[in-house]
């Protein structure tokens, strides 16, 4: 055999072997792609990633207020009637109910840390139960202007007291109704809320209402309520007063908002039409969340820079970063419409793929509306700034290459950018 003729069948040999391993064992040449890392051919979409910042609100210490809470009266049915009348504006109970008028002292005694916010006495605080347990709805009722039973809510500073009337109802056949302030929230049903009795202010509406029978051993609660008249006081959270711990501590507290900010780049040849991405936040007790966002419409060669709110438990977050994503290629769309710039939100005028005009209020800023295809002759956009300050930059894209942009500054102001193609 010639050295010719010996070099070609090598040479045949080696192509199909070759071959032959492409085919068969293609992770030896194009090695297995890491979760989240950008496909490598240039006809699938790739793209990357980067976290620019992330930011959680520190919330600072835990604000506690030691408040004591004093039923001073109740009036009851037509008695409470009677005084409601004074207000103009009331209407006399729903049938199967009447009117339960109750009149209390709240006073702060302490607060902590020592400049701790005021303490606001809310009628939000104050509910009335049947003696089942079953909460009785707020009635469409005020207090008269003047007078002992005057409401007289607001802040309170340590050392100040507040008196104020709350009206309540209850049903006419219910002989031992409870008055609980600021009843703990544990939960919601079907947009209800559910309230425990953990923690609470209890008070009975029933028996002698001038005299005090409460004792030192009352639990002040669902139980075994306090008499009328009779005052007590513990420590509570100016949002929570249910449940609250009796000795103030040192609690920094951290909002459970955390927002990621990121960059996402097309680093490929092929338009990104839509993307996941997945975030993990480390917290610094170790424990970890796992929060997916999306977006779409990213052009070959651009950098877009966005955000995710990542809400999930109220302590403080110490790292977050991009564990994975999904990328999904497709056509550049004819005609894109973008909207950027500081301002927060735009009002929006544009031209349709028909030749019709569209407007949109209260955008939020930035914003992409995109046509696959676009038969009318005419693009036109237009922002105008809603907010007094900020920037709006419009721009017009036709098939991927930027044809008209605009930009104003100012509040209330317009961006416009048009043209036929």
Not at 151 to 158: E, I, Q
């Amino acid at each position: 055999m010639s050295k010719g003729k010996l070099a070609a069948i090598i040479i045949s040999v080696s192509v199909f072997v070759v071959a032959m391993v492409i085919v068969f064992f293609p992770e030896l040449v194009h090695p297995p792609r890491a979760p989240g890392e950008a496909p490598r051919s240039p006809d699938t979409p790739s793209a990357e990633f980067t976290i620019t910042n992330m930011e959680q609100r520190s919330l600072g210490l835990r604000e506690l207020y030691r408040v004591q809470i004093t039923l001073l009266d109740f009036l009851r049915g037509e008695e409470a009637w009677a005084v409601l009348q004074e207000r103009s504006g009331n209407e006399p109970p729903s049938p199967g109910f009447e009117y339960i008028l109750v009149n209390v002292n709240v006073e702060l005694l302490e607060a902590y840390p020592s400049d701790a916010r005021s303490f606001r006495v809310s009628s939000l605080y104050v509910h009335s139960f049947s003696g089942d347990g079953d909460r009785y709805d707020r009635p469409d009722a005020d207090p008269p202007l003047f007078g002992e039973y005057t409401r007289m809510l607001g802040s309170l500073d340590p050392g100040k007291s507040s008196t104020a009337a709350f009206v309540l109802q209850v049903a006419v056949h219910d002989d031992k109704p409870l008055v609980s302030f600021a009843p703990e929230v544990l939960g919601y049903d079907d947009g209800e809320a559910q309230y425990g009795s953990d923690g609470e202010f209890w008070f009975r509406l029933y028996d002698d209402r001038r005299s005090s029978i409460g004792t030192s051993g009352l639990g002040y609660d669902r139980s075994t309520p306090a008499g009328a008249g009779h005052p007590t006081s513990r420590w509570v959270d100016q949002w929570c007063i249910g449940g609250a711990p009796q000795e103030p501590v040192a609690e920094e507290q951290w909002s459970e908002f955390v927002y990621a900010h990121y960059d996402v780049r097309n680093t490929g040849a092929t338009h990104i039409g839509y993307y996941e991405v997945w975030f993990t936040i480390t917290y610094d007790d170790g424990s970890q969340y796992e929060k997916k966002t999306n977006g779409s419409h990213l052009l070959p060669g651009e950098r877009r820079s966005a955000r995710t709110i990542c809400r999930h438990e109220a302590k403080e977050a110490v790292s977050v970063e991009v564990s994975d994503y999904n990328l999904r290629g497709s056509e550049i769309p004819e005609v894109i419409y973008d909207i950027t710039g500081t301002a927060e939100e735009v009002f929006v005028t544009l031209s349709n793929a028909e030749g019709g005009t569209e407007q949109y209020s209260s955008v939020s800023v930035p914003r992409r509306y995109t046509y696959t295809t676009f038969p009318a002759d005419t693009v036109y956009i237009s922002a105008q700034n809603e907010g007094a300050s900020g920037t709006v930059r419009v721009s017009i894209y036709l098939n991927g290459e930027l044809f008209r942009t605009s930009s104003s500054s100012g509040a209330y102001v317009i961006a416009t950018a048009s043209g036929t193609r």
